[in-house]
């Protein structure tokens, strides 16, 4: 531990507060001014409750005041110091249900082995403690029954560590992109937490609706991919697309794509279900070759066309795709697999975390004959008013171009104005061609 110290239970955050302007890895503190920063080394259960925006470790915070170190550290103003940090934190925030272990933005890759791939995975795939804060934690369980909705059994809450004890669980883990709020929580016993652990709980049967209708809004409040649809669209519309997604378990996959056309997929097997995972499993298998087995996970190697079938077919099957490598120019749409985000407005947009999707190409949608009919009527009404606005232009026109040829024939009529003889002859020969292509034939004769 670096010389500094560190202040635990302050509304659930924990900061370091080094001596000087290095922390403790050594590299320079971000302020131009060289004043002090609060390092957020530790991420407690309830920091998210209280600060509305992902936090990630590592995270400096700079203090709203300029203070000295020796000030900072003086026992009257530690308290002080740590809540002018956490205020500063607060006042940034952007997003009120942020998940508990929050992704940063997926890096360029360009080039990739399976040893790095291995390497990024293992750290991205460390279990972490999630725990709801006390007060949650005694609302959730205050409003439970007297029966496991999974099991139906009754609790025994006289012995708090027997498997029949009610115990608080996820509807949606946190590592499948679920939130740590009480939206997400429920109470059942620790039996069927135990032999729930991450699956989802589409895998349960018998689940009561109350259940499925509580997943169905934390998945809303998770972290969702992009869905292939125009930004036109309304956000009902962007939603009901979402839960459809929703309607299949979620499983968890680790992708990368490389510039030289590298990609690989990692289907692990720590969270998620047998049927997720073996839908994860069966379409990367199809797609590419096996390169590791492992107990704790699968890679495949993909070509780039393949990757790009499959991850969009894995996300369409509510997989949560956690990006380990990105190209770093981007093709289209279907290259912006690996962006997320907790809000259905910004994935309607297709902005999120600072980047931005094009568009996606949406195929043609097949036409009904109805339809087919309907526009051939248009068609032809369309048609024949081009028609008969052809022939009263050209009727007019042609009056206009005998009157000038009979004034020509009089001798008392000259001198004639070259001018509107030239304006009526175009005018004559722009209705012919009119005309012509009303009715169908060719003006090539016409200039």
């Known amino acids: 531990m670096p010389k500094g110290w560190r202040l635990n239970g302050l509304h659930g955050i924990s900061v370091l507060f080094p001596l000087g302007p290095s922390n403790p890895q050594g ?3 971000p302020c131009a001014d060289q004043l002090l920063c609060a390092r957020v080394v530790a991420l407690s259960t309830a920091t998210q409750t209280v600060v509305s925006r992902p936090l990630l470790a590592n995270e400096f915070v700079p203090l709203p005041f300029a203070l000295s170190a020796p000030h900072a550290l003086h026992a009257r103003n530690r308290r002080a110091v740590a809540c002018a940090a956490l205020a500063n934190i607060a006042s940034r925030a952007t997003l009120n249900a942020a998940p508990l272990f929050p992704q940063p933005m997926t890096p360029a890759c360009p080039t990739l082995t399976l040893a790095d791939f291995q390497n990024a995975i ?15 934690r005694r609302r959730v369980l205050e409003a439970a029954g007297e029966h496991c909705p999974l099991c139906r059994q009754p609790y025994i809450r006289d012995v708090p560590r027997s498997f029949s004890a009610p115990v608080i669980a996820t509807c949606v883990h946190p590592f499948l992109g679920g939130p740590l709020t009480i939206e997400n929580a429920f109470v059942c016993c620790r039996r069927c937490q135990q032999s729930r652990a991450s699956s989802d709980l589409l895998t349960v049967a018998e689940l009561p609706e109350c259940l499925r209708e509580q997943r169905a809004r934390t998945l809303l409040l998770s972290h969702n991919h992009l869905v292939p649809l125009p930004s036109s669209v309304s956000l009902p519309a962007y939603r009901e697309a979402l839960r459809a997604r929703h309607a299949m378990p979620r499983s968890r996959v680790y992708a990368a794509q490389a510039d030289d056309g590298i990609c690989m997929l990692g289907v692990s097997s720590r969270y998620g279900d047998r049927l997720s995972k073996g839908l994860a499993n069966l379409l990367a298998g199809m797609a590419g070759k096996p390169l590791a087995r492992e107990k704790r996970r699968v890679v495949y190697l ?6 790009r079938r499959v991850v969009w077919q894995m996300i369409d099957a509510n997989a949560r795709v956690v990006g380990v490598g990105r190209r ?4 289209d749409f279907l290259d912006h697999w690996w962006l997320t985000s907790a809000s259905v407005s910004e994935l309607r947009r297709g902005k999120a975390g600072g980047a931005s999707a094009p568009p996606p190409v949406l195929k043609a949608r097949p036409v009904k004959p109805s339809t087919e009919r309907m526009r051939r009527l248009a068609a032809r009404r369309k048609a024949a008013q081009e028609r008969a606005e052809a022939e009263r232009e050209y009727e007019e026109a042609n009056a206009a171009m005998e009157a000038m040829l009979s004034a020509r024939r009089q001798r008392k009529a000259f001198p004639t104005d070259p001018e509107m003889e030239a304006e009526v002859l175009a005018r004559y020969g722009q209705a012919s061609r009119r005309l012509n292509a009303a009715l169908g034939y060719s003006p090539a004769g016409i200039r």
Do not use: I
């Open 328 to 331: 770093t120019e981007l093709r």
């Open 122 to 136: 293992d750290s991205l795939d460390v279990p972490h403690s999630a725990t709801l804060p006390l007060y949650a």
């Open 27 to 29: 590299a320079c503190c």
């Open 302 to 307: 993909l070509t780039d066309d393949n990757f």
